[in-house]
């Protein structure tokens, strides 16, 4: 029964999908950016919330008043969706297209592995950090279930710091994928770091950092994906964006558990701070790309 239930809890986590481009169709293409921004914004706040609410309602009313909570949540956003309004599209831009050409048009979408696969990678050191090893190596400094709740409170406030400035402010194409990388590889430094900190107030700096860092390339990722594709193509695009960085939530702890195992603890944190230089040399591919593209326009224009 709990393995049917986190079933149908990932097929709800699927619907994040069709959220994600409902959303985008409210604005404008140039203002996809700050949509996305605003969309994640919401989703790290309520887990936020939950992680700091969970452990006070175990502790409260038993383990199974956050499922209560739960049902109860859910109930409340089903009676929300009756009110989403669909933005209704031109006829002439919508195609009807055989599932071989989806998947063909997809895949030949310039860039968008690139970007999936940051997204991929931030969401596996995501999973293995904070959502994943981080409590267990806290542990093992000293640090106990109530301080716990500090070191999350270091994470996500400043996690949702770009979010909020995403949000809010539209910057240009190059800027972002450039504050992309030097977001990742200020996170590898940060997870280097892990296996120094002696204490909550160390390892709180440091996760604060990681935060900021991650928190900046998610939307980025997201708002790039977003404006890829024209509406025919739109919701298989981002499907398949969402679906590909989904094996990172999967992929990033499985490896991480097989390196503690063998090795230690704190060579998981090494092992993430290599995959972010990965994501970073990724995000620089991407900028070659961009320029190669840029410079491409400007000698066909002369």
Not at 145 to 151: I, N
Request: proline share 4%.
């Amino acid at each position: 029964m709990v393995l049917i239930g986190r079933l149908l809890s990932g097929v709800t986590a699927a619907m994040w999908v069709m959220a994600t481009i409902l959303y985008a169709q409210y604005v404008h293409q140039d203002q996809a950016g700050k949509a996305m921004g605003a969309m994640q914004l919401f989703t790290v706040l309520p887990q936020f919330a939950s992680m700091l609410t969970a452990g006070l309602l175990v502790e409260s009313f038993g383990w199974l008043s956050p499922f209560w909570v739960g049902v109860v949540v859910s109930i409340i956003g089903l009676v929300l969706s009756l009110f989403v309004k669909v933005v209704d599209h031109d006829a002439t831009q919508v195609q009807t297209l055989q599932a071989h050409e989806y998947i063909t048009r997809t895949l030949k979408t310039k860039s968008l592995l690139p970007l999936a696969t940051i997204a991929l990678i931030t969401h596996g050191v995501m999973f293995i950090s904070i959502f994943g090893f981080t409590p267990n190596y806290a542990a093992t400094l000293g640090i106990n279930e109530q301080q716990m709740v500090l070191l999350m409170t270091a994470f996500f406030p400043t996690s949702c710091t770009f979010l909020i400035n995403g949000s809010y402010h539209t910057t240009h194409k190059k800027s972002r994928v450039n504050h992309c990388m030097s977001s990742l590889f200020l996170s590898a430094i940060a997870f280097l770091t892990v296996p120094l900190s002696t204490g909550l107030v160390s390892i709180s700096i440091i996760h604060a950092i990681i935060g900021l860092a991650l928190g900046f390339v998610l939307p980025i990722c997201l708002s790039q994906a977003a404006t890829l594709a024209p509406p025919s193509m739109k919701t298989t695009i981002m499907g398949f964006y969402q679906s590909y960085y989904a094996a990172g939530i999967f992929l990033g702890p499985w490896l991480a558990g097989l390196i503690a195992e063998h090795y230690s603890l704190p060579a998981v944190f090494v092992f993430a701070s290599f995959t972010a230089v990965v994501g970073g040399i990724l995000t620089i591919y991407l900028i070659v790309q961009s320029n190669k593209t840029r410079d491409s326009i400007e000698s066909r224009e002369c």
